[in-house]
Nanobody, 118 residues
């Protein structure tokens, strides 16, 4: 079982990045998929979640209107489109897969670093 994030990097304020989280060893179709981030010296923060049933989404107030989470169950991948990036968005972004129906499973990736700086 593995989650592998990619797409991070250095971007200027106002720029965009698209993060990807590819899963292997299990199917994400029955999992709620989330992106978390942790900046240096700060607690981990839930950025966005997309649920397995119906595909409903929720976002942290700090990213609403700028970030979009999506999933492609056929590719076993979840995405985070990040637009209008700010320096405060600088953090390690990690992917999480959680299943609570029938069985409990909770998987984490190692993360991809996003740095927003001029």
């Amino acid at each position: 079982v593995q989650l592998v994030e990619s797409g991070g990097g250095l971007v200027q304020p106002g720029g965009s990045l698209r993060l990807s989280c590819g899963a292997s060893g299990f199917s994400i179709s029955r999992y709620d998929m989330s992106w978390y981030r942790q900046a240096p010296g700060k607690e981990r923060e839930l950025v966005a979640v997309i649920r397995s049933a119906g595909g409903s989404t929720n976002y942290a107030d700090s990213v609403k209107g700028r970030f979009t989470i999506s999933r492609d169950n056929t590719k076993n991948t979840v995405y985070l489109q990040m637009n209008s990036l700010k320096t405060d968005d600088t953090a390690m972004y990690c992917c999480n897969a959680k299943r609570t129906v029938a069985v409990f499973r909770d998987y984490w990736g190692e993360g991809t670093l996003v740095t927003v700086s001029s």
